[in-house]
């Protein structure tokens, strides 16, 4: 909004005069709070424009429901004005007050944690929300693990506890402050969960603390009790006296997770920041030069690529089980990774493309994040249509990341981007679900049917694919001036250092063609929106390449399965008539073990090795619980291979188009890096 003066007083002092004040017009001043206020996230703006939470920067949704009240209230400007202002008092007070956590780590054997919340004196009705989905776009309801849940005055008065829906809860009488206290079970492994076990703690806060609702922006301040002797405490939550953590509101608070434990812990400086690498493993399972001197290759290559650093101190949190693992989550000011120690022996550079990853989400969706993602309701789904862009062109840059920093090579790329377009094109369904549709049936993932060829296509995949598309769309279309990198630093410039959102893929399409000048309508309706066959070959030319189909005879299992992030394997389809069919494998089994050995992330690789003829057991349990143990000998089918080719005449032009896009570059930056230019 962009009114005058007498109008707004956008971009006036805060602390601006009564008299100043009474230039809002009423009209004006209503229209902007109807339009501002949102009572579902109770977030604060904090931005100073004429309206309720911009003006007076309201902290929560009651303060704002009573100036709306007031709006509709025929009252004269000046008692109107008088009223707000009091109200305007009254929010900034409560947003002053800090909420705090206690949480103790009663029965580690037990995976059962103690918490308290010790809310400031306010209104005498408070409503406590625990979010029902966190870190994956999937609704898990926590609050199934929680066993009990009281309250208390501050004299130590029961307070009546009221249970509004399975994962809200009311108070009453607690006008004064209130000490709320419950136990709830935390053993989910993995980067996504929340677990205390004999071993150590890994928590995301948004699974095991509930907020109250009315003061969602409040400050928190988070303490621990009954740790282990030995245990330290890593987290990138501001660290204040006497052991006490601090964030500036909840949302601050669920996006910084925390490791306790006995970790090993290696710091290093690179490109101007700080780096804390936390690793909860057997050192004999990693390697830790290896893993610091590549890590800092994967920051300075992402950092110059960015040329942005928005943080001082960042963390990487590790785990290397042994057993099944695998997956990252990322935050603002770290990641959380998880990798099977028996992978990373087979595939070391597996944790730099995890990494990589993760690390470059500190901007593409933390900070240059789609208006769809915000505010975070944490009761219900949140809707996008551009997880194609803000996780599949994650991973597109994850790859930019490992070349600049010299992790993989050209052939390596290659060879990957083949793979990734023989799992787009073995899909039926990427002819009838678009990257959008992928986006927005995010929250169905967790569904084993869903999760079948012929149902789905991944924003993963088909994002990772439609980023490098895009790259080579923009080089055309600039000959070579511009590129993804410049859609990028644009999308930083103009949205997330102008703490603006973008709209969906309409704001992906802006910045392409605002760094381009050129008309990208085509691309998002046919490739984006649409389910149009992509022109591989229309795209690769410019860089020397195209798309080759090979023929081959494969070993076919008979089924094929799938993983829900961290979750189970589980089979998607069985092949009718196949030998896996006839030994009573059935869609929705949960496959155990594979070979004798559990069934992970690896179990892909290790069906791969399979050749025609081979004897196949796996361990399965049926949607009934039931465990059984089946064997069949492995079939064979023909199947198509993708693989991505030089032309059988590549131009010096197309090679140094490839080079500079092997650099991520546009070719006038990559010319000037080069020392013989």
């Known amino acids: 909004m962009n009114l005058q003066p007498k109008t707004s007083f956008s971009g006036w002092r805060h602390d601006s005069g009564p008299c100043e004040l009474a230039m809002c017009t009423r009209s004006a001043w209503c229209s902007d709070l109807r339009k501002q206020t949102d009572f579902r996230s109770q977030r604060a703006y904090g931005r100073r424009s004429c309206g309720s939470q911009r003006v007076f920067g309201w902290r929560n949704a009651f303060s704002a429901a009573i100036a709306s009240w007031l709006c509709e209230r025929d009252l004269a400007p000046a008692v109107l004005l008088i009223a707000i202002l009091a109200i305007s008092a009254f929010s900034h007070a409560q947003s002053g007050s800090s909420i705090s956590y206690e949480i103790s780590l009663t029965s580690p054997e037990e995976h059962l944690l103690n918490v308290q919340i010790t809310l400031p004196p306010g209104l005498s009705q408070r409503e406590l929300q625990l979010p029902v989905w966190n870190a994956l776009y999937q609704i898990r309801d926590f609050a199934q693990y929680i066993n009990w849940i009281r309250a208390k005055d501050r004299s130590g008065k029961p307070l009546s506890v009221h249970e509004i829906n399975s994962s809200r809860w009311q108070i009453e009488g607690a006008e004064n402050g209130a000490l709320i206290e419950y136990e709830i079970y935390a053993d989910l492994p993995s980067p996504f969960g929340a677990q205390l076990n004999q071993h150590h703690a890994f928590f995301n806060f948004a699974e095991i603390l509930m907020y109250p609702v009315e003061a969602r922006s409040a400050p928190t301040r988070v303490t621990f009790t ?213 986006s927005i049936d995010a929250w169905l993932e967790g569904d084993p049917y869903y999760r079948r060829p012929d149902r789905s296509v991944s924003y993963y995949n088909k994002g990772e694919l439609l980023g490098i598309m895009l790259d080579l769309a923009v080089r055309q279309a600039t000959n070579d001036h511009a590129s993804l990198r410049e859609v990028f630093q644009w999308m930083n410039a103009n949205f997330a250092k102008q703490k603006r959102y973008f709209h969906d893929s309409e704001g992906v399409r802006q910045a392409a063609e605002a760094v381009s000048h050129a008309d990208f309508a085509a691309f998002f309706t046919k490739y984006v929106a649409g389910t149009e066959e992509i022109p591989w070959d229309d795209f690769f030319r410019y860089v020397g390449l195209h798309v080759e189909q090979v023929q081959s005879r494969v070993a076919d299992p008979g089924f094929v399965a799938s993983r829900n992030f961290d979750g189970p394997m589980t089979v998607a389809s069985v092949t009718p008539g196949s030998d896996a069919e006839r030994a009573g494998l059935h869609v929705g089994d949960t496959i155990l073990e594979l070979q004798g050995k559990t069934a992970g992330l690896e179990s892909r690789q290790d069906l791969a090795r399979l050749h025609p003829g081979d004897a196949l057991t796996v361990k399965v349990r049926s949607r009934r619980g039931s465990d059984r143990e089946i064997s069949w000998n492995v079939g064979s089918r023909q199947e198509i291979f993708y693989q991505v080719k030089d032309l059988d005449s590549v131009t010096p032009e197309q090679r140094a188009h490839r080079a500079a896009w092997l650099k991520g570059e546009a070719e006038s930056q990559s010319e000037a890096a080069s020392p013989t230019k």
């Open 226 to 438: 009954h740790v282990p002797a030995g245990w330290q405490i890593a987290t990138p939550l501001a660290s204040l006296p006497d052991k006490v953590w601090s964030a500036e509101n909840y949302d601050r608070l669920v996006d910084s997770p925390i490791e306790i434990g006995d970790f090993r812990e290696s710091d290093f400086d690179e490109s101007g920041g700080h780096f804390r690498v936390i690793v909860d493993a057997d050192p004999a399972d990693y390697d830790t030069q290896k893993l610091t001197g590549d890590l800092r290759k994967i920051v300075a290559a992402a950092i110059s690529w960015m040329n942005d650093r928005p943080f001082e101190t960042y963390m990487f949190i590790y785990h290397f089980p042994r057993g099944p693992a695998g997956g990252g989550m990322e935050h603002a000011y770290s990641t959380a990774i998880d990798l099977d120690a028996e992978l990373l022996k087979m595939n070391p550079g597996a944790i730099a493309t995890v990494t990589a990853h993760e690390f470059f989400h500190l901007w593409n969706v933390k900070r240059i994040r789609p208006q769809t993602l915000e505010p975070v309701d944490y009761t219900k789904e949140n809707y996008t249509r551009a997880l194609w862009f803000s996780e599949g062109v994650t991973s597109t840059v994850e790859n930019t990341i490992e070349l600049r920093a010299g992790l993989v090579d050209e052939k390596q790329f290659l060879y990957h981007l083949g793979d990734s377009i023989d799992e787009l094109e073995r899909r039926p369904a990427h002819l009838t679900q678009s990257a959008e549709g992928s």
